[in-house]
């Protein structure tokens, strides 16, 4: 069974965030004998005064490998974990959805891009869940984490939205890397011309002029660049890749 398993809404100004709590449920899965589990990904959804959130509105999700009978454990293992991590003052929300190769997702993808662009209601996830027959959950306060939560798990299946979480933490700044160089790292499988969205030769050398970020793109974990002003290859700032969310993918 291919899972997928999302979060949202779990923390406050004061508290560990969403993302490194999907890592914590992440990593108690992997420890129950299940997996492999992809890296985690941060979904960026609509800001609006009507949408309560933290700092940013984001949901966090990955996917796993499990037997079918695993289902149930895992859905327990993350619901028990957020009830005891999640922060005072939250209203966080899981969603979990085992995937059937047989199943059409286009209702759920949508949810997901209209999670990015409009106000959506907790009916309105509650109604696509139930068409999808995937866990739905509420973990405290309002429970209005289930509509970031159900949202991710729709960007995650559309795999051309989110950005992977942290940064490219085992490379130099500042430092000259070959493609083949950085697709040796697990937050990088391929180096895009960020313009023209081909994929560069393994000889390629790339500049890592500040701490960048890789991003879902066609379902694959993506590092995109640029030519700088000496025609070098070069990565894009963390602030620039988050502003791509709002118009590239979707």
Excluded: W
């Excluded at 949901?59 to 009830?83: K, N, R, V, Y």
């Excluded at 059409?104 to 696509?128: N, R, S």
């Excluded at 979480?165 to 083949?180: D, H, M, P």
């Excluded at 991003?215 to 694959?220: I, P």
């Amino acid at each position: 069974m291919k899972f997928y398993l999302c979060i949202d809404d779990t923390d406050n100004l004061d508290s560990i965030g969403t993302g490194t709590i999907a890592e914590q449920i992440r990593e108690k899965i992997i420890r129950q004998g299940y997996g492999p589990c992809s890296l985690v990904t941060r979904h960026q959804l609509y800001i609006h005064e009507d949408i309560p959130y933290t700092s940013h509105n984001s949901s966090m999700c990955f996917h796993g490998e499990a037997p079918d009978e695993a289902l149930t454990t895992i859905i327990d293992l993350a619901a028990e974990h957020l009830d005891t991590v999640a922060a005072v003052g939250s209203d966080p929300g899981l969603c979990v959805l085992a995937y059937d190769e047989s199943c059409h997702y286009d209702e759920l993808m949508e949810f997901g891009i209209q999670a990015k662009q409009t106000v959506l209601t907790k009916a309105d996830a509650l109604t696509c869940a139930h068409n999808h027959q995937l866990h739905l959950s509420e973990h405290g306060g309002t429970g209005q984490g289930i509509i970031g939560a159900l949202a991710g798990v729709g960007l995650r299946l559309f795999g051309c939205d989110g950005e992977i979480k942290g940064a490219l933490k085992n490379a130099a700044i500042n430092q000259t890397y070959a493609v083949a160089e950085l697709k040796k790292l697990p937050e990088v499988e391929q180096v895009l011309d960020l313009t023209s969205k081909e994929t560069l030769a393994d000889t390629t050398l790339i500049s890592l002029a500040n701490r960048s970020k890789t991003v879902l793109y066609r379902n694959q974990y993506v590092l995109f660049v640029r030519k700088d002003d000496n025609n070098q290859y070069a990565t894009l700032p963390k602030a620039e890749i988050r502003r791509l969310g709002e118009h590239f993918y979707v």
